[in-house]
């Protein structure tokens, strides 16, 4: 069971590819994508996610294509996807929100209902569920952002910069719920923050201009650094190194 | 089951039909109230059908406005970028749905009052009339849909809100007349010797019917591109076309002759035909028709052997009366009808002098 991108050739209109031939194919467990700026790891999120098509090659999930009709249905349903931009239902509550996910995920409205408020305890929110959800600030946002990735179960979970605005003490957390999500689902993160992840991934792809400039484990990224200390420092010396070995 | 309801009102009273539901009802019974607008009716479902429907004045522009902003809110909230397995189409409907049941809801209302000022007598509300509202309903509602999907709720709202309303009000009052009969929007049809012609309803059902099809072709695809516009526009053009050749020939009014099997008849010297709504009368326009035909047999005068309120049936004695009419009245005009009054067509205006005897005679006819 795994995320594949095969010969993906993607462009904005009017602009340079951002993919050509892009390969990869998902493993097990997290996967942090770094990148920086314009890398097109945000593309390569929103490919992942069937929120944009391939111009040629395919997306597929455990073989189902995002571009097929037949099974586009299927791949979304077992696909879901943080966006760096949460979007606030004006006037809904953070349950009715995370329930309307759900539902537009393909599950009915009685059960999208019951997964909400389950999806919301597992994000620390359960004590807001009936608060109008244009009243959270950025940080709970984003934490009902995570509710309505995983309000439908999905298989394949896609954040695209999921820890940014939150406190400290919400990564910690986060951390946490990463940890347990993984036991049910892949993960593929998108990130600048390597400090944050570096503990609990298990794979980390650099990308960098639409191309995978790094592969690996989590062990061989921080060994690629002669830096000690904290593993957050070691993995901000790896991607520096790894950056500037590519640019060079 | 509670947790279902729980959440089928928590999300139900979010909608802005729901708020807009007491102001609806509200503009509905003001308009109807407002003078004249049920005021002669004559108990003929048809002309009731059109009034009652004729509410979408104020119906429909609340209606499109409350699309528009349910459409709004969806865009704002990301859902038409979301990678759902459901479409955009059924994220549409799923909001806007109760904004149709407040259509449907205000189009009752204002029928079950129009019914209660009806005091009909025969017949039941015109299913055709019915069609057309509804089709121009749905039409406002696409409207509203497809401006909430391009345009901020803020300039989707009061631009659906007051297009709407001016798309219903204007026409009327421009020429060629015959652009009055698009909109659905008719508060002169009908006596009861006419009913609105087969194309005064067709004309707003098919452009109202036009738009939805053009918002379904807007929402076919995720995000807004110009080939679905484009076909959505073509789609809209033809039915408008096709309504504008429906109509052309029409005048003030798109009516047809009521057709003459509707008629009750009853008498014989001379047979007398009414419309059924009139049924009641009918005695006594028997006894004052036979009494007429009496007075002027008397005076070697023959009259007709039929009168009918019908003008297509051949009969040359054609009178009108009306469910509220008194006795008297109905008699004036029974006798009224036998008199010719307007001037042969050879003689110039004003020059006919057997013109003058015309009030002294129908005063002579109905002692």
Request: charged share 15%.
């Amino acid at each position: 069971m795994s995320l594949r991108f095969d010969r993906v050739s993607y462009r904005y209109r009017r602009e340079p590819l951002v993919f050509n031939e892009f390969s990869l194919k998902s493993s097990p467990g997290v996967t942090v994508l770094l990148g920086p700026n314009g890398a097109g790891k945000t593309t390569l999120m929103r490919l992942a996610a069937a929120a944009l098509y391939p111009a040629s090659g395919t997306v597929s999930f455990d073989g189902d294509s995002s571009t097929s009709r037949s099974a586009r249905a299927r791949y979304r349903r077992r696909v879901g996807w943080l966006p760096q931009q949460i979007g606030a239902l004006p006037a809904f509550s953070t349950r009715e929100q995370v329930a309307y996910a759900g539902w537009l995920k393909g599950l009915g409205r009685s059960v999208a209902w019951d997964s909400a408020k389950r999806a919301l305890a597992r994000v620390d929110l359960a004590q807001h569920l009936d608060r109008p959800v244009t009243q959270l600030s950025g940080g709970q946002l984003r934490r009902v952002g995570v509710a309505q990735v995983i309000v439908h179960d999905a298989q394949m979970i896609l954040m695209d910069e999921p820890t940014a605005g939150l406190d400290p003490a919400q990564r910690s957390g986060f951390r946490c719920l990463i940890g347990e999500l993984q036991e049910t689902a892949q993960l593929l993160i998108s990130t600048h923050q390597t400090e944050d992840l570096a503990d609990i991934c298990n794979r980390v792809l650099i990308l960098n201009a639409g191309r995978v400039c790094w592969d690996g484990s989590t062990g061989d990224f921080l060994a690629q650094a002669d830096a000690s200390g904290s593993t957050s420092a070691r993995a901000e010396a790896s991607y520096k190194t790894l950056l500037d070995e590519n640019a060079s | 089951m509670n947790e279902l309801i729980t959440e089928r009102v928590c999300y139900g009273r979010h909608n802005s039909a729901v708020k807009a539901l007491p102001v609806v009802l509200a503009l509905v019974y003001l308009y109807l109230e407002s003078d004249g607008v049920t005021g002669d009716l004559d108990g003929y479902w048809p002309s009731g059908t059109l009034r009652a429907v004729s509410a979408l004045l104020v119906i429909a522009p609340v209606c499109a406005a409350c699309a528009a902003w349910e459409v709004g809110r969806l865009r704002r909230g990301g859902v038409f970028d979301f990678p759902g397995v459901r479409a955009p189409g059924q994220a549409v409907l799923r909001s806007t749905w109760p904004v149709a049941l407040l259509g449907v809801t205000g189009l009752a209302v204002s029928l079950a009052m129009v019914a209660t000022r009806l005091r009909a007598v025969a017949g039941s509300p015109d299913l055709r009339v019915l069609g057309m509202g509804a089709a121009v309903l749905a039409g406002h509602v696409a409207v509203g849909v497809v401006l909430g999907r391009v345009l901020s709720p803020v300039v989707a709202t009061p631009t659906c809100l007051l297009g709407s309303y001016a798309w219903l009000v204007y026409p009327p009052s421009v020429l060629p007349f015959s652009i009055r009969h698009l909109t659905g929007f008719d508060t002169d049809c009908c006596q009861t010797d006419s009913r609105i012609a087969t194309w005064g309803v067709l004309a707003p059902a098919v452009i109202g019917l036009c738009l939805v099809a053009g918002s379904v072709l807007v929402f076919a695809t995720r995000k807004p591109r110009p080939l679905p516009f484009v076909a959505a526009g073509c789609v809209v053009t033809s039915g408008v076309l096709v309504a504008v050749h429906g109509v052309r020939q029409f005048g003030v009014d798109a009516v047809q002759p009521r057709a003459e099997r509707a008629l009750v008849c009853g008498g014989n010297g001379p047979v007398v035909c009414v419309w059924p709504e009139h049924r009641a009368a009918l005695p006594d326009v028997i006894q004052s028709a036979a009494s007429v035909t009496r007075a002027l047999a008397g005076l070697g005068i023959v009259t007709p052997s039929r009168a009918s309120e019908s003008t297509t049936d051949g009969t040359s004695w054609v009178f009108a009366v009306s469910a509220v009419s008194s006795a008297s009245e109905r008699a004036a005009s029974i006798s009224g009808a036998l008199i010719p009054s307007e001037g042969p067509a050879c003689q110039p205006p004003h020059s006919w002098r057997g013109g003058m005897s015309v009030p002294l005679l129908q005063a002579w006819l109905e002692a």
